[in-house]
């Protein structure tokens, strides 16, 4: 069975720092592009940052340019999103999903998904 699963959500502290995973079991990660998204409340879901299969490129949403950072270890058939600096707007559930070959963050380019994983940023 073919399955995305994050963890590392919590609570974090503005200005903490905080590193999600996404782990794949039944497949390897290697020949895919990797998204993050996220969800608030009450809001749609949007892209925050993605990585091409090589890891050579990846884009970032603007509001988290300079504060994430997306990274992936194929051995580990992981990818990581290093929370740093965050904010109370980052406050989402966060997913991460597989995709083809290109870095892009539209979500139709993405077949698989993970259950989410929920981050709360507040003092």
């Known amino acids: 069975q073919l399955q995305l699963v994050e963890s590392g959500g919590g609570l974090v502290q503005p200005g903490g720092s905080l590193r999600l995973s996404c782990a794949a079991s039944?497949?390897?990660?290697?020949?895919?592009?990797i998204g993050w998204f996220r969800q608030a409340p009450g809001k749609e879901r949007e892209g925050v940052s993605c990585?091409?299969?090589?890891?050579?490129?990846?884009n970032y949403a603007d509001s988290v340019k300079g504060r994430f950072t997306i990274s992936r270890d194929n051995a580990k058939n992981t990818v990581y999103l290093q929370m740093n600096s965050p904010k109370p707007e980052d406050t989402a559930v966060y997913y991460c999903?597989?995709?083809?070959?290109?870095?892009?963050?539209?979500?139709?380019?993405?077949?698989?998904w993970g259950q989410g994983t929920q981050v709360t940023v507040s003092s």
């Open positions: 999903a597989a995709g083809g070959l290109i870095a892009t963050m539209l979500m139709d380019e993405y077949d698989y």
């Open positions: 039944g497949f390897t990660l290697d020949y895919y592009t």
């Open positions: 990585i091409s299969s090589s890891g050579g490129s990846t």
